[in-house]
């Protein structure tokens, strides 16, 4: 009876393990794109920004660096007026968060996974309480995780399976 219930407890765990290793994954993608967005941004004001108008005064005469420049002066100046909108700084600062405070759960549910491993006497009762706790956590990280308003197409299929081939060896 007492290697059933650790059976399913252990089971139970693995399954809250595996879900918060997956947002944690996942979230680090989404705060990776995030990033990527706020830095091309910040580039391209940079060089289209008012300071460097007269270094386009200087290209616009030079036929393929005229439509160049043009391009990225548009991309610029359509990119100052998004930003705020995307709220690329407040994603990150989300993303962030949430990936801190899944990655902290995953690593102490993988700590309560091997106490239950070497423990010579399992009580039950105790760790029950605690993936119970663990639970609560997770459902509490779930209410941070951000809506996410741009579609990004087919990364939860592919972190899922970039997660699997980080754990094959754990999964039955």
């Not at 990033?35 to 300071?51: E, Y």
């Not at 548009?74 to 909108?85: E, N, R």
């Amino acid at each position: 009876m007492k290697q059933t219930k650790k059976l399913q407890l252990w089971e139970s765990i693995f399954e809250t393990y595996y879900d918060a290793y997956y947002v944690e994954i996942y979230s680090a993608e989404v705060l990776d794109r995030w990033q990527k967005i706020d830095f091309i941004s910040k580039v391209l004001i940079a060089i289209t920004a008012s300071s460097s108008v007269v270094s386009g005064w200087a290209l616009w005469d030079a036929g393929v660096y005229r439509t160049l420049w043009f391009t990225l002066s548009g991309i610029g100046a359509v990119l100052t007026v998004l930003s705020p909108i995307l709220g690329t700084g407040q994603n990150i600062k989300a993303w962030s968060e949430v990936r801190s405070y899944f990655a902290s759960l995953r690593i102490d549910l993988d700590t309560m996974r091997q106490q239950i491993r070497i423990e010579r006497g399992f009580a039950s009762r105790r760790y029950t309480d605690a993936y119970l706790q663990f639970r609560k956590r997770y459902a509490e990280g779930m209410q941070r995780v951000p809506n996410q308003t741009l579609t990004l197409g087919g990364l939860a299929v592919a972190v899922q399976q970039q997660l699997n081939r980080m754990i094959q060896d754990q999964i039955a």
